[in-house]
């Protein structure tokens, strides 16, 4: 893919503008944007060929409706009849994140509504998450019998703390913006009529750099902070797998 402006996948939308911005958003608003293989597939696609698309310098995520992304869609889950298929949407989820953060592009997230579970994790994976005030994030994994993705297992201990980052992980507590802040998760809390205007106006800051510095500045701050991301991301796989073939995974995400 070279110097494409919009793009229509079946559940994301991508659109570049004329500073270039490139807007990814979630495109599943009757379903809070919740996480079903097409999304997941989708997310991967949109990332990839953003960071192909030479005239996109910056890239912002955001989602359609009244939510980020709500996780987990539990209307469309099937429990998985081998290894060999579980391991397959566990990596799809990875290929996503792995095109998020390793990718060249910077992004910045729109966080708007609920971002939980995989939605959170990909809040996270964003380089500079702008929440609006009325957000919330959660991780509601271990009590569904699941395990996180998305590299939260390192990237989340970097920013809040081991300790803090226990709590989170385990317990499933639902925090909000300005909590998410003061902890580090989010870059920066705006109130919600603000949202999209500050995170285009961050991304255009980010487009007028250099871009071979901004990508160098996060390919490198990345490896150092989180030198133990492609570990994480492998640990977790395991891990997650383990859990999409234990059929009380399937049990609690139908009761959630």
């Given amino acids: 893919m070279s110097d494409t402006r919009d793009i229509t996948y079946a559940t994301v939308l991508s659109t570049r503008d004329d500073h270039g911005v490139r807007t990814i958003t979630l495109n599943r608003p009757e379903s809070l944007n919740a996480m079903n293989r097409a999304l997941i597939d989708d997310v991967a696609r ?85 929440w609006a005030r009325s957000a919330r994030g959660f991780f509601p994994e271990v009590s569904l019998n699941l395990f996180v993705t998305g590299a939260v297992t390192a990237l989340l201990p970097a920013l809040v703390g081991l300790m803090k980052a226990r709590e989170m992980l385990t317990f499933g507590e639902r925090y909000d913006a300005e909590e998410l802040a003061r902890l580090g ?42 030198p133990d991301l492609h570990r994480a991301l492998a640990l977790e796989t395991d891990a997650t797998v383990t859990g999409f073939l234990d059929p009380e995974t399937t049990r609690r995400l139908s009761a959630f």
């Fill in 46 to 130: 949109a990332f990839e060929d953003a960071n192909a698309d030479r005239a996109t310098r910056a890239i912002v995520f955001t989602g359609a409706g009244k939510a980020f992304c709500a996780g987990d869609d539990r209307c469309e889950h099937v429990h998985p009849e081998t290894e060999e298929d579980a391991r397959d949407l566990v990596l799809a989820i990875q290929r996503a994140t792995h095109a998020i953060m390793l990718g060249p592009k910077p992004v910045v997230g729109a966080i708007n509504g609920w971002a939980v579970g995989g939605g959170f994790e990909w809040a996270i994976n964003c380089d500079f998450p702008i």
């Fill in 185 to 226: 998760v989010a870059w920066k809390v705006v109130d919600d009529a603000d949202l999209m205007a500050t995170a285009q106006d961050t991304a255009r800051r980010l487009a007028d750099l250099p871009p071979l510095s901004v990508r160098a500045m996060k390919r490198v701050l990345n490896a150092a902070a989180v």
